[in-house]
């Protein structure tokens, strides 16, 4: 279909086909959105051919991925977080990005890629949004398990995001770190205003168009979104950065000026928006611009089992930093397998790649079918390893320093 409106029909379709499929494979725990890729490359010019994406759907997509981003940032629960786990997530992703350097200059040199940086920068990425609603339906998000998932996953998106704004922005590494600092004194007085900023009167309008047209709540994330992602681009970073903050920005705003029963419907409406429309529409594109032609010779098939192991090898190896704070080896297991499932991120930095030269589209189709093989085979595991949950299973913090 050359209309983007016969597009946009076909990818709908998609959208709604791909969590009922999923809902028929739970014992498999296949997330929708590797349906939503999958069926994008089955309509998409490497098959069928009955889609190609112009510029009102790629504007979609990219609205999409902004969501993805804020989702992200919404989701990083400090509070949660904070203390033990976040200081053991915080060192395993360094460590993992040592090693990330390490085997992406190896394979450099071994002409199996052309750049290490995108290479390096994609194996130490944790797809948190994918993993959440697997340990939160498995019952474990409450549990210390559970946490330490949420705090890997955090730093998992955390850093690789802010290496995009800062090494893949195209920008030199002195005027980039200068942006970032100045970025970060943006986000930390729009911190302290969405902290401590709560009119009474303010509260009760958005408050009230929650079952109107209005819908303020929903439209301050737009907003929100759409600021961050400027101040980004006008600093020469890359709009990811803003669309995190934004979502960082937003829960903290929202947890201290909304009551519980508001939060939980804001969260709900955010949910409906972006799983429901927006972030399917970024997935079933990744899937119709995969080139399967890619991966016709021998040496770019090898490349998927490659970067499928090399996923649990530089994001699953640091889990042995684990093994005071978690003695039993089958469940350091299920983190380390938790760990390596890697597949939105992915799909940015790819992209990001091809578009800059830097990459080719062999690498870039060997990443993305790796990282959907991780969100299939990983959690799948590592779930089988993963300790049971409880009913009486409550949050675990571990505020203990290092």
Known sequence: MDSASG??????????????????STKLMLPSLVFEIFLGIIVGPS???????????????????????????FELDLQRVRGRPLELAGAGWFLSVGLGVVVAFALQAAGVIQTEVYVGLALTTTALGTLLPIVRDA???????????????SLGEFGPIIAIAVV???????????????????????LLLAARFHPTRLQKVLGSTMRSSGQLY??????????M??????????????????????????????????REEVESKLEAVTFG?????????????????????????????????????VRGLPILLYRKEIPDRRERGALALLSATGLPLVVAITTIGVASGQMRHSTEAGLVAAAMLSVVIYPMIGMRLAPRATPSATPVVDEEPA
């Open 139 to 153: 019952g474990l998000l409450p549990t210390k398990f559970g946490t330490h998932v949420l705090a890997i996953g």
């Open 229 to 262: 992602a400027f101040v980004a681009n006008e600093l020469g970073l890359d709009f990811l950065l803003g669309a995190f903050t934004a979502g960082v920005l937003y829960r903290i705003f929202l947890l201290a000026g909304a009551e519980a029963r508001e």
């Open 7 to 24: 597009t946009l029909f076909v990818i709908l379709v998609i959208a709604f086909l791909a969590p009922l499929a999923a809902g028929f």
């Open 218 to 227: 929903i439209r301050l994330a737009v907003v929100l979104i759409a600021v």
């Open 168 to 190: 893949l922005s195209g920008v030199r590494p002195a005027r980039a770190a200068l942006s970032l600092l100045v970025f970060v004194g943006f986000a930390l007085g729009g």
């Open 47 to 73: 098959v069928l051919g009955l889609v190609k994406i112009s510029d009102p759907i790629s504007l979609l997509s990219d609205l999409g991925l902004s969501a993805l981003i804020f989702l992200a940032g």
């Open 277 to 313: 429309y927006l972030i399917p529409i970024f997935f079933v594109c990744t899937g119709v611009r995969f080139d399967l032609g890619s991966l016709s010779s021998p040496t770019a098939l090898l490349k998927i089992p490659l970067f499928l192991a090399l996923f649990l090898v």
